[in-house]
């Protein structure tokens, strides 16, 4: 946890003394969870949600290294989903977005490993990654085609709320997670 501080703070003293790249300020509000845990919901109403919106989402704890955060969540008692997050770098702007899953088993799920990086500088409270092409060969690979188009996005309103937020064409999945009570 310690080290994914001091990495942005290097970074920062790289970039303009004028204005921080807005990646750079987001990943900053993101460090403010590190080593804590949050409770969320779904609060889109696509149907196909159902059974997670019955579910209380668990986020954490949040895992904070030189090189990433990792942050598993859970849905109910299924802990079988970690994401990672790689901040900029002195070298990239970028910030990218990778999701794990497990089998029941502790195995490998046969798709895991996707998610994208960000295209655009985004702002200090939002950050969109649209598959990259590693996760959308993945995805036809396993038969989930429309996955392909998938755009996920963080948005995150310090000490309040971090929000995931998932869309492609004909689907909308939003959870809301409550940073004002770390549990």
């Not at 609060?43 to 704890?61: A, K």
């Not at 895992?63 to 598993?72: E, G, K, Q, S, W």
């Not at 089998?103 to 990654?129: C, I, W």
């Amino acid at each position: 946890m310690k080290y994914f501080i001091p990495c942005l703070f290097v970074l920062a003293a790289c970039q303009s003394e004028a204005k921080l790249l807005p990646q750079t300020e987001f990943a900053a509000n993101l460090v403010e969870l590190c080593g804590q845990t949050f409770k969320g919901e779904v609060v889109s109403q696509d149907p196909q949600d159902d059974d997670w919106r019955e579910q209380v989402l668990t986020l954490g704890p949040v895992d904070c290294t030189d090189v990433a955060m990792t942050i598993p969540l859970a849905v109910g008692e299924d802990e079988s989903r970690v994401w990672t997050i790689t901040p900029p770098s002195v070298n990239e702007d970028w910030i990218k977005l990778t999701h794990a899953h497990t089998l029941a088993d502790g195995s490998p799920d046969p798709v895991t490993g996707y998610g994208g990086k960000t295209l655009t500088e985004g702002t200090a409270t939002r950050q969109e990654f649209p598959a990259d092409e590693y996760s959308k060969t993945l995805f036809r690979e396993n038969g989930l085609d429309e996955s392909a188009g998938n755009v996920w996005a963080l948005e995150i309103t310090p000490d309040e709320a971090l929000v995931y937020e998932l869309t492609r064409e004909q689907r909308h999945f939003r959870a809301e997670f409550d940073l004002s009570d770390p549990q």
